[in-house]
C-alpha cells in the first residue's frame, strides 16, 4: 500500500492594492449666484464664450471693457431661489464648473450657464451637472427643460443631444442664439 504524503499548502496571497491615491471626487451643490466662488466662475464662462465668438467673426479676443460691461450687466439674479439655482461642481474639492436653472414658467425650466473649465473637461462633470439641473427643475415643478446655445459651441451641442435634448423651435430671441433644445424631464410609462 503507498501512502501520498500531502503537499503543503502555502497561505492564500492577499490581493493587492494600488498604491496611487484613489481618484478625486465630483460634488455637485447649490451656490449663492452672487458668491464669489460663481462671480469667478461666471468670468471664466463668459471670457471663454465671448473670446470664441470674437475670434471665429471677428479675428479678436473680446475687448476688455466691452467684458467687463457684459460680465456685469448679467448679474445671475433669475438664478436665485426659489424660481431659479445655481450649481456648482468641484473636482476634488475645487470650483470647476457651473450650470443654472431658472423657472421660464410653472412647467417649463430653462438651463443656463453650464461650464467646465478646461482642466476638468472629459471627466464626465458636465453630465453630472446637467443631471443635477434637472433634477432642480424637477423639484421646482417643471416637465421640461430648454436651452439656447450657438452653432460654434458643438461640444454643447453634442452633449445636449447625447443626453436626449432634441433641437426645437425656439424658444427666445436670444442674440447670439442659433441652436434650442428641448427635453421632456417627465416619462409617461404606459402598462
Known amino acids: 500500500m503507498t501512502r501520498s504524503t500531502p503537499t503543503p499548502t502555502s497561505p492564500p ?11 478625486a471626487r465630483w460634488s455637485v451643490a447649490a451656490e449663492p449666484y452672487d458668491s464669489p466662488v460663481a462671480a ?34 448679467d448679474t445671475g439674479e433669475y438664478l436665485a431661489p426659489p424660481g431659479g439655482v445655481l450649481l456648482v461642481a468641484r473636482y476634488g474639492g475645487e470650483p470647476v464648473g457651473t450650470a443654472g436653472v431658472r423657472l421660464a414658467d410653472a412647467t417649463t425650466a430653462e438651463l443656463k450657464r453650464v ?5 476638468a473637461r472629459g471627466r464626465g462633470g ?18 421640461q427643460m430648454v436651452l439656447d446655445t450657438r452653432g460654434d459651441l458643438v ?5 445636449y443631444a447625447r443626453l436626449g435634448y432634441a433641437e426645437s423651435a425656439p424658444h427666445n430671441d436670444h442674440e447670439y ?9 417627465t416619462e409617461r410609462w404606459e402598462s
Open 126 to 143: 458636465a453630465a453630472l451637472l446637467v443631471a443635477a439641473a434637472e433634477d432642480a427643475a424637477r423639484a421646482r415643478g417643471a416637465e
Open 177 to 185: 442664439a442659433d441652436h434650442w433644445f428641448t427635453k421632456r424631464l
Open 155 to 159: 461640444e454643447a451641442r453634442a452633449l
Open 115 to 119: 461650464f467646465l473649465r478646461t482642466e
Open 13 to 23: 496571497t492577499p490581493p493587492t492594492t494600488p498604491t496611487r491615491p484613489a481618484p
Open 40 to 73: 469667478a466662475l461666471w468670468r471664466a464662462y463668459y471670457t471663454e464664450v465671448s473670446d470664441r465668438w470674437y475670434l471665429l467673426h471677428e479675428g479678436h479676443a473680446t475687448d476688455p471693457d466691452e467684458l467687463e460691461r457684459e460680465i456685469a450687466a
